[in-house]
């Protein structure tokens, strides 16, 4: 299936989000390194960089979540992991470790609008709540592993937040550094702090 001219925009705007983060991507820059009419933006988005944004936001919720539940249903939560951890090594090399994630581009992020834009406060807010809902999904997925495998409800809580927190603060990491060793570095522990918990469920 061709993607939209509206899908392109908002897939770009997630890419340019992933690495210059939120107010450093203009409608302008969108439309540009997606090669999109200028008049695309009206029409598509007659709420202007906020309705962008957000849906930005939501789109690449879903590029992670999607692969990430069917992971964690095929795999277990371990293979799971090791898939996450994988998704984001592949798009920190593919791009020399320029692009890290939007969402939490949007959650660190201080919104500023474009000079039309009326209310960069309750913009502010509301991709605020969509980043939360975001991380809530994520963690879900991984919560939900773990309790198909015996965990506790509360330890498993603990422990998918955990993973969630882990890997989005180490993506960021390895942009610093320009280097994935970070992140093999927390793959291997949160896959040792499983395991263990996994197995003190089975005594």
């Given at each position: 299936?061709?993607?939209?001219?509206?899908?392109?925009?908002?897939?770009?705007?997630?890419?340019?989000?992933?690495?210059?983060?939120?107010?450093?991507?203009?409608?302008?820059?969108?439309?540009?390194?997606?090669?999109?009419?200028?008049?695309?933006?009206?029409?598509?988005?007659?709420d202007?960089?906020?309705?962008?944004?957000a849906?930005?936001?939501?789109?690449?919720?879903?590029?992670?979540?999607?692969?990430?539940?069917?992971?964690?249903?095929?795999?277990?939560?371990?293979?799971?992991l090791?898939?996450?951890?994988?998704?984001?090594?592949?798009?920190?090399?593919?791009?020399?470790?320029?692009?890290?994630?939007?969402?939490?581009?949007?959650a660190?992020?201080?919104?500023?609008?474009?000079?039309?834009?009326?209310d960069?406060?309750?913009?502010?807010?509301?991709?605020?709540?969509?980043?939360?809902?975001?991380?809530?999904?994520?963690?879900?997925?991984?919560?939900?592993?773990?309790?198909?495998?015996?965990?506790?409800?509360?330890?498993?809580?603990?422990?998918?937040?955990?993973?969630?927190?882990s890997?989005?603060?180490?993506?960021?990491?390895?942009?610093?550094?320009?280097?994935?060793?970070a992140?093999?570095?927390?793959?291997?522990?949160?896959?040792?702090?499983?395991?263990?918990?996994?197995?003190?469920?089975k005594?």
């Open positions: 299936m061709t993607a939209t001219t509206r899908d392109r925009m908002i897939a770009g705007a997630a890419d340019l989000m992933s690495r210059r983060g939120v107010n450093a991507t203009s409608m302008r820059d969108v439309v540009r390194h997606t090669a999109t009419p200028r008049g695309s933006i009206s029409h598509h988005f007659p202007g960089k906020p309705q962008l944004i849906e930005a936001v939501t789109f690449a919720g879903r590029q992670v979540s999607i692969p990430l539940e069917k992971a964690m249903n095929e795999r277990g939560v371990i293979g799971g090791k898939a996450f951890v994988a998704s984001w090594r592949r798009q920190l090399e593919a791009t020399g470790f320029e692009a890290g994630c939007p969402v939490l581009a949007v660190v992020d201080r919104y500023v609008g474009e000079p039309s834009d009326k960069d406060a309750a913009a502010q807010q509301h991709l605020l709540d969509l980043a939360e809902g975001v991380f809530a999904d994520w963690r879900r997925i991984v919560l939900a592993a773990l309790l198909r495998e015996g965990l506790a409800a509360e330890r498993a809580e603990r422990l998918a937040t955990l993973v969630v927190a890997i989005e603060g180490t993506v960021a990491m390895c942009r610093a550094s320009r280097s994935a060793d992140l093999d570095q927390v793959q291997e522990e949160l896959e040792i702090v499983l395991a263990t918990a996994l197995a003190c469920r005594k």
